[in-house]
């Protein structure tokens, strides 16, 4: 296999398919400034610490959302319900107003949640570091929630899942 300065190549197209074969769930990431709102959709969140509580996740350096969520120095992770695919593809494009016509509400810090979301996770900000392309986003956790009936929507392969349970829920 070829070598670069920074390692073996690796065709960008086949990384993505076998990484894609890894599902993830699916998560808007949102804050809010003097009524500026914000959010975007990351696969990339992950639990990282129990005591304390801190979370992650993986910004692209070319997010346009990812500069102003990080001058709120908060986020809120609502992790999204397997019947907001249209949702997911709003929060995953670039049009201007992400929340124009949504109804949502906030989290006890005052940040944006979204209706309908399975569960939310509201941080602040501990650390930001560059990672190749991406950045890895580090929060504390500050407050979080969930709700009990909600199935999350799940991503797996290029496409949008749901969940298919093979054991009694605990
Ligand atoms: C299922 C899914 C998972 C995604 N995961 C990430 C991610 O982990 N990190 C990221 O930066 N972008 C991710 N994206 C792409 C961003 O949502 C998208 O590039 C972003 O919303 C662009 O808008 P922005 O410029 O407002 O940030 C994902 C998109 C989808 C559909």
Redesign the pocket.
């Known amino acids: 296999m070829a070598e670069t300065a920074t390692g073996p190549a690796i065709d960008p197209r086949h990384f993505r398919d076998v990484l894609g074969c890894y599902p993830t769930g699916?998560c808007v990431v949102t804050s809010e400034l003097e009524g500026a709102r914000h959010g975007?959709?990351?696969?990339?969140f992950s639990s990282i610490s129990l005591v304390p509580p801190i979370v992650g996740?993986?910004?692209?350096k070319a997010?346009?959302?990812?500069p102003r969520i990080a001058g709120t120095g908060r986020f809120c992770v609502n992790v999204l319900g397997d019947g907001q695919r249209e949702l997911?593809q709003r929060?995953?494009?670039?049009i201007e107003d992400k929340f124009d016509g949504l109804v949502h509400s906030y989290t006890p810090g005052g940040l944006p949640l979204i209706d309908g979301a399975v569960a939310w996770i509201e941080c602040r900000i501990a650390s930001v570091s560059e990672i190749g392309d991406?950045l890895l986003v580090v929060g504390m956790v500050e407050a979080l929630d969930r709700h009990d009936d909600g199935l999350p929507l799940l991503?797996f392969r290029g496409g949008y899942h749901s969940l298919r349970c093979l054991d009694e829920p605990s």
């Open positions: 699916v975007f959709v990351v696969g990339s996740f993986f910004p692209d997010s346009t959302s990812w997911c929060f995953a494009s670039r991406h991503f």
